[in-house]
């Protein structure tokens, strides 16, 4: 089954508002989680870094003051995509490796379509 | 900087081996390979690792030459389920929160 989980599965919203989506670890603790956006017919870009009870690291190019990332927990991490703008739209999906094992668990992914 | 090269897109007809190549000529000599396959508006999925040895489990085997610069993933009764991109990567061992960086990948059509 499923070992990480997204939420919402997918969210349209309007330009200019906020939209949270949460990550979780299901059934292990993650100190660390990442971020990816993925744009139609693209790869899996990494986005930033997300660990728990510390700044999250972004990649090159990535505004971190549009793309808030909070890991308060060891099973949640959050991305709210500020002020978001049509550009914003994408396939949002987190990953988290697990403890003892050599690779990391996807989660779903979140459809986020700005209008 | 991509570390690997795949082909952009195969073609593979249900019921038969689906091989599907990986250049890594500079793979370095703690880093493994790893595969991961997304089906369409899905995370990736895992499918297997392996250093230098070839590995097999219950979704594919896995085959790396000996000088490691290639290996290719076999799946060896293609399904239609199977359609999906798949990612070759490199990364260190024993390290399982460094992050994964995706290439292109290979997208694989199983065909009726």
């Known amino acids: 089954g499923a070992v990480v989980s997204q939420h919402p599965s997918w969210v349209i919203c309007k330009s200019g508002t906020s939209v949270k989506i949460e990550c979780r670890s299901l059934?292990?603790?993650?100190?660390?989680m990442f971020w990816y956006r993925q744009f139609p017919k693209q790869s899996l870009m990494l986005m930033a870094t997300?660990?728990?009870?510390?700044?999250?690291?972004?990649e090159q190019g990535v505004e971190k003051d549009k793309f808030l990332i909070n890991h308060a927990s060891l099973t949640l991490s959050t991305l709210t995509v500020t002020s978001a703008h049509p550009e914003d739209s994408s396939f949002y999906i987190c990953s988290a490796p697990r403890a003892g094992l050599d690779t990391q668990y996807f989660g779903p992914g979140t459809r986020l379509t700005v209008l | 900087d991509a570390k690997t090269t795949q082909p952009p897109s195969m073609d593979c007809a249900e019921g038969r081996a689906a091989n599907l190549p990986c250049n890594h000529s500079?793979?370095?000599?703690?880093?493994?390979v790893y595969w991961y396959r997304q089906i369409h508006s899905q995370g990736p999925q895992y499918i297997i690792h392996?250093?230098?040895n070839n590995e097999t489990n219950e979704m594919a085997s896995l085959i790396i030459t000996e000088d490691r610069k290639s290996s290719t993933l076999i799946l060896p009764h293609a399904t239609l389920r199977d359609t999906a991109v798949y990612y070759c990567?490199?990364?260190?061992?024993?390290?399982?929160?460094?992050?994964?960086?995706f290439g292109k990948g290979t997208r694989l059509h199983i065909l009726p």
């Open positions: 392996g250093l230098k």
């Open positions: 990567i490199v990364r260190a061992n024993g390290s399982g929160d460094d992050k994964i960086i």
């Open positions: 997300s660990n728990e009870g510390s700044k999250a690291t972004y």
């Open positions: 500079t793979i370095s000599g703690n880093e493994y």
């Open positions: 059934d292990f603790q993650a100190t660390t």
